[in-house]
Structures are given as C-alpha cells and as structure tokens.
C-alpha cells in the first residue's frame, strides 16, 4: 500500500460536536481527496486538493471543510457533526490528478450519535 | 455533470464461471475509465483502467471492454475464484480537463463455491 495513513480509524461522536480527519502521506503526491462511503451510494467526493492551500468542492461538500496546509496533510473538518454524516471516509492520494491512479488510505469509521 | 449508473448491484456466480459487471456514463467528452476493487473491510484498489483510444484491455484474468458511441463500459472477469469476491466499483473522467472522478454506486460480487 501506498504511504498513507488516516487518523482516528474509528470515532464516535455526538451530534453538533466539531470532528476532525487527518490524511497523511508519504508519497509526496500532488493530489489529495476525502470521499465518503455509504451503503447504496458508492463513493462520493467531498473535497480535493491539488496543491497546498489548493482546494475544491466535490458533489457532498455541504458540512465540511478541508485544509492542506503541507503536502503530506489533508484535514477534513466537520464544523457541527450531523447523524447523516455517519459513514466510513477514504482518504486518496494522485501523483498527477486526473487520469491517474488513486491510492486509498485504510478509512476511517465516524458515527455520530 | 458527469453521471455513471452500475449494474447489477449484486452479482453471484459459480465459482469458474464468468462475471460482466456494465457500467454507463453520460459526459461524451468522459475519455479515462478505471475499475476498482474493494475487499470486506479494505480500502479500494486500482485493478484495470482503459482510455478511450482503446476499445478493450487485458490483464490475466480481468478485461475491460468500452464502446464510446453507447457511452458503456464493462468489466470481465473469467474463470472466477474465490479470491474475486469483493465490490467492484467503475468510474469515469475526462482528462486533462477533470480532476474529480466521478463512481459508480458498486456492484458486490459473490463467488459461490
């Protein structure tokens, strides 16, 4: 596996509380993304970077907001934690964006009560 | 936007036999498709990916075919094993254009013994 590691792995939280999601790699690898995972739904993007203090919206961005302050660094903030932001997240990183692989990091398992 | 429908969502075969999982998209400019595989509790894997320069690509076991002018794409999978049980998610872009791949909702895969 690519060097890639998110933390926490698991948490549960309650509802209205701030989260935060940490994606770290290794690689050095330009492009970084956070996407949700949901029974039914696939994986959906929230947000991405393509380079530092570089983000964008992906399709279920509504809730949170993102920071790549350093390369290696992508956090993903959930300002008031909502129950339907109960989910797995998948961190991914791209060398070059686009047409590229994406390697995923191990996820992490969020349920807010 | 770009949207990709997958089908089936849930596909079981006899362990040997084959697997066709298709997938649609709606974006004609779309020119980068690649699958990816999920293990029970993984993270997802790159296993095959196909440009639009090409109408078919092989790798072992697994096959990707694209017809651009129905705008479909499918994955082969033959001589089946246990091992091949996961979720297999199709997604699709438009390089050099696009960051943001766009995934199908998955399609789970049983191999039966």
């Known amino acids: 596996d690519a060097g890639i590691t998110q933390s926490p792995r698991h948490k549960v939280t309650e509802t209205g509380t701030p989260v935060t999601l940490r994606c770290h790699q290794t690689?050095?690898?330009?492009?970084m993304y956070w996407y949700r995972q949901d029974p039914g739904h696939g994986l959906r993007l929230i947000h991405y970077?393509?380079?530092?203090?570089?983000?964008d919206k992906g399709e279920v961005s509504d809730g949170y907001s993102v920071s790549r302050s350093k390369t290696e660094d992508f956090l993903l903030t959930l300002e008031s934690a909502t129950s339907s932001q109960t989910s797995v997240y998948f961190c991914?990183?791209?060398?070059?964006?686009?047409?590229?692989?994406?390697?995923f990091g191990p996820g992490t398992r969020l349920l807010v009560l | 936007g770009e949207n990709v429908e997958q089908h089936p969502s849930t596909l079981s075969v006899q362990e040997g036999d084959s697997a066709v999982i298709k997938c649609t998209y709606s974006?004609?400019?779309?020119?980068?498709f690649p699958w990816y595989k999920q293990e029970l509790g993984k993270r997802p894997q790159l296993i095959i990916d196909?440009?639009?320069?090409?109408g078919e690509k092989k790798d072992q076991r697994i096959a990707v075919t694209l017809n651009k002018t129905a705008k479909h794409f499918s994955l082969h999978i033959t001589e089946t094993q246990p091992e091949d049980s996961a979720v297999y998610f199709c997604?699709?872009?438009?390089?050099?254009?696009?960051?943001?791949?766009?995934f199908g909702k998955g399609t789970r895969l049983h191999i039966l013994p």
């Open positions: 997604a699709a872009l438009e390089m050099n254009r696009d960051d943001k791949i766009i």
């Open positions: 690689e050095n690898h330009r492009y």
């Open positions: 991914a990183i791209s060398e070059l964006g686009g047409g590229e692989t994406q390697y």
């Open positions: 196909i440009r639009s320069n090409v």
């Open positions: 974006d004609s400019a779309s020119n980068y």
């Open positions: 970077s393509y380079g530092v203090k570089d983000t």
